[in-house]
């Protein structure tokens, strides 16, 4: 399993390597360190720490994260690590800890009784008594989307991980559009064309016409030599993304080239004007 330095999670997150640090503690990451070795952060704690993070960037002051995340230290079972719980902040004010159907305020201890809305009503929810938390039968896996956005933030600097993370996303959520065009843009990358053709294929069929799925089917097609198919792809996402000026360049190429001059100048002319209000 990949490890990853202090500075590497300050890159990947995009924050300080101090405030890696800080939170790290807060969180009590790896308690058996000892105090002069360096932290080694594995993938399930950048979960956290990702976490940590949206939490403090949604108005959550330290002292109230390090004292929540110290009383989730206290409720949870014997084993059962942090990052098998999703932690939230409702209207910037109360941290909430989810468990499968279970909420709750690790600062109060009460239970909470979540309602379906995800609009702002959402932070007024009826409070039950007060309870510990269950053991659950097993560890959560990180959700799709945690999967995603890590392979996000990994994609430019462990590509390796990011193809894994992509691949986890869409294991768990096979419709997942964003994560097979990002998993088709590495393998792009990689120079794997094959298996790229096949991921932005995967995207098209859950969703149809989606713009960055047909743009990057065309530039893989063109890279293999059928530009036929190319500029059939380039239409498709310009028709479902009118604004999406490489796409007009492509076409201008690709017609330049097939003695087209019309069509090409046509192209060339509306993502000249793109670029130029962009």
Same mark, same amino acid.
């Given at each position: ?21 800080r ?5 009590? %990451?790896?308690? *058996? ?25 949604? =108005?959550?002051?330290?002292?109230r ?7 989730? =230290?206290?409720?949870? #079972? ?14 910037g ?18 239970t909470? $009784?979540? $309602? ?9 929810v ?18 799709? *989307? ?10 430019? *600097? ?14 768990? *959520? ?18 794997? %064309? ?14 149809? =016409?989606? #713009? ?8 893989? $097609?063109?890279?293999?030599g ?32 097939? =003695? ?19």
């Open positions: 399993m990949s490890t990853y330095t202090t500075t590497d999670v300050a890159g990947l997150l995009g924050i300080s390597a101090a405030r890696v640090r939170l790290a503690r807060s969180a009590r %990451l790896h308690p *058996e360190r000892p105090s002069s070795a360096p932290y080694e952060f594995e993938f399930r704690d950048l979960v956290l720490l990702r976490t940590a993070v949206a939490l403090e960037e949604s =108005g959550i002051t330290a002292r994260l390090l004292r929540s995340i110290r009383a989730l =230290g206290s409720q949870l #079972p014997s084993g059962r690590p942090l990052t098998a719980l999703r932690i939230t902040a409702h209207g004010e109360e941290i909430v800890a989810m468990d499968d159907d279970l909420a709750w305020n690790p600062e109060s201890g009460q909470r $009784l979540p $309602l379906e809305s995800d609009g702002p009503e959402a932070a007024d009826t409070t039950i008594t007060r309870r510990r938390p269950r053991r659950p039968a097993a560890e959560r896996a990180p959700r799709p *989307e945690d999967w995603y956005e890590l392979g996000c933030a990994l994609q430019t *600097e462990d590509p390796a991980q990011a193809e894994h993370a992509f691949r986890q996303a869409l294991e768990g *959520e096979p419709e997942f559009v964003d994560a097979a065009v990002n998993l088709g843009w590495l393998l792009h990358e990689r120079g794997d %064309l094959d298996a790229a053709e096949r991921e932005y294929r995967r995207a098209l069929e859950s969703h149809p =016409g989606h #713009p960055t799925a047909a743009y990057n089917l065309g530039v893989a $097609l063109e890279d293999r059928r530009t036929a198919e190319a500029r059939d792809w380039y239409l498709v996402a310009i028709e479902s993304d009118p604004l999406l000026a490489d796409a007009y360049y492509n076409l201008s190429r690709l017609c330049e080239r097939s =003695g087209d001059r019309a069509a090409a100048l046509r192209y060339l002319r509306s993502y000249s004007q793109l670029v130029s209000i962009g």
